[in-house]
């Protein structure tokens, strides 16, 4: 069974930081691109961050260039998200997401992680 599951999120100070962390099973890991969505009340689903296979090479929303970094460890099976200077526009369910380098059609989603970004 193919599973994502978001860990790391929660209630933060404007200014804080949270690490977002999802692990994953039941495909090659190594073998997919990985990528962080945010979804906000009322929004559409918006590209966070993403990274290669390999890890070689990473791409930010312009929002989030400077605070957030993605990284993973194919080791682990593992993709984090590391959130600095938290604003309250951050405010949303994160998703993690894995798409095939060979057969783009084979994506799959976690179920998401509330961040939340209030004083």
């Known amino acids: 069974q193919v599973q994502l599951v978001e860990s790391g999120g929660g209630l933060v100070q404007p200014g804080g930081s949270l690490r977002l962390s999802c692990a994953a099973s039941?495909?090659?890991?190594?073998?997919?691109?990985m990528s962080w969505y945010r979804q906000a009340p009322g929004k559409g689903r918006e590209l966070v961050a993403a990274?290669?296979?390999?890890?070689?090479?990473?791409t930010y929303a312009d929002s989030m260039k400077g605070r957030f970094t993605i990284s993973r460890d194919n080791a682990k099976n593992t993709v984090y998200l590391q959130m600095n200077s938290l604003k309250p526009e951050d405010t949303a369910v994160y998703y993690c997401?894995?798409?095939?380098?060979?057969?783009?059609?084979?994506?799959?989603w976690g179920q998401g992680t509330q961040v939340t970004v209030s004083s």
């Open positions: 990274i290669t296979s390999g890890g070689r090479t990473t």
């Open positions: 039941g495909f090659t890991f190594s073998s997919y691109a």
């Open positions: 997401n894995a798409r095939s380098t060979t057969i783009p059609e084979y994506a799959y």
